[in-house]
């Protein structure tokens, strides 16, 4: 039972060029949410997903784009990397429940924008 | 909106000293969940405890205890006996009741970086 897989773990980027980060959940989860985790700032809601065909804006959604084709995949997309966006990634899924049955993670993405 | 504080930014004791991570939140909900995560070095996110707006009741797990309290909006950690395997990043968060198409936000605090030293 892999629960939420993130790809890649580590991944350096150059200004301006663009990139997807991974996220898969196998636990059939309805939701699907997206977080950046910056020193001294917590983790901070960027996109979320309660279905798929549905992703709506978390608290600092500016840079990024999500789409959720299926119950399993969530990708992230970085349209024009900026310095800013460097930050560690989490991936998260849940049933509608979440705050009761709990909320898996996926292991984060460090990425690193030069 | 909901707000959750962790006023301490980092806490370094000595080992078998006591410590606890304060946690205060702030939200119009009458309904909600409060958190605790770790972050070892690691990096992963370890989910330590939940407790609902409804229970007040304190918990303890080994070393580990919760105390919530309504009335101060608190829900402040305490490691008894601590360890160098404590060492990590605590996070509390709280999350508002969800369901159908009404997402159940996990709103995070800053994090306490605790060091436990030998």
């Known amino acids: 039972n892999a629960g939420v897989t993130q790809t890649p773990k580590f991944q350096v980027l150059k200004t301006g060029q663009s990139m997807t980060l991974q996220c898969a959940q196998d636990?059939?989860?309805?939701?699907m949410s997206w977080y950046r985790q910056d020193p001294g700032m917590g983790l901070r809601l960027i996109h979320y997903?309660?279905?798929?065909?549905?992703?709506d804006q978390g608290e600092v959604p500016n840079g990024y784009n999500v789409s959720r084709s299926t119950t399993e995949d969530f990708p992230l997309r970085l349209l024009s990397a900026a310095p800013s966006q460097t930050s560690v990634y989490f991936c998260?899924?849940?049933?509608?429940?979440?705050?009761?049955?709990?909320?898996?993670f996926g292991s984060g993405t460090r990425l690193t924008v030069v | 909106a909901q707000k959750v504080t962790q006023a301490q930014t980092e806490i370094s004791v000595v080992e078998k000293e006591d410590v606890t991570l304060d946690c205060v939140y702030e939200?119009?909900?009458?309904?909600?969940?409060l958190f605790w995560y770790k972050q070892p070095p690691s990096g992963e996110l370890v989910f330590l405890i939940r407790?609902?707006?409804?229970?007040?009741q304190n918990e303890i797990s080994g070393r580990y205890s919760w105390n919530f309290q309504k009335s101060t909006s608190s829900f402040n950690f305490t490691i008894t006996a601590s360890q160098v395997v404590d060492s990590a990043v605590y996070f509390c968060?709280?999350?508002?009741?969800?369901?159908?198409?009404?997402?159940?936000?996990?709103?995070f605090g800053q994090g306490t970086i605790l060091t436990v030293h030998p």
């Open positions: 997903s309660v279905g798929a065909g549905i992703t």
């Open positions: 407790r609902n707006s409804f229970d007040e």
């Open positions: 968060a709280l999350s508002e009741a969800g369901g159908g198409t009404s997402y159940g936000k996990l709103t």
């Open positions: 998260a899924s849940s049933s509608p429940q979440g705050y009761i049955y709990g909320y898996t």
């Open positions: 939200t119009r909900d009458t309904t909600y969940y």
């Open positions: 636990m059939n989860h309805e939701y």
